[in-house]
């Protein structure tokens, strides 16, 4: 969502380094962890999603709750559980409670793809990203991205 005002708010030299090195740095560390779960044969979308699922009860989640969690529209979601249902690592099924939408339930080899992939997954995460940061890094990174993804939550919650 852009924000609009009459003149342009020109970022400052310190703003500018502060936003350029967020951009590089996650634009690579992301680029790197799809490169490592690539040999898992799965994407970030995919590990994501099956994260999301393998800690939910009975590895099952609405798709509404899914795509609002992972913050994508419910058409993108659809299109990544297709190519996951392919796969054999999810399922759909009705929600015959209330028959107006339905669940995205990880099967079997889901659960196995993601227990494979997980520590190769974690020890990425460590010795990319948080082996760099301090104790107290981590709890200022993990404040301030609370911040910004609650206001970019509500922000995608009032598009949707």
Known sequence: MAIKSSAPRWLSAREMKAWRAYIFASRR???SLESDLSEHDLSMADYEVLAQLS?????????????????????????RMKVMEKAGWVKREECVEDRRGYWAVMTEKGWKA?????????ESVRT?????LSAKDQEELAKIFDRVEGNLRGQYADEN
């Open 55 to 79: 800690d939910s009860p009975e590895r099952r989640m609405r798709m509404s709750e899914l795509a609002q969690i992972a913050m994508i529209s419910k058409s993108r979601l659809s299109h």
């Open 114 to 122: 993601i227990v494979k992939a997980a520590p190769d997954h974690v």
């Open 128 to 132: 990319r990203f948080l082996d760099h």
């Open 29 to 31: 560390l992301m680029d």
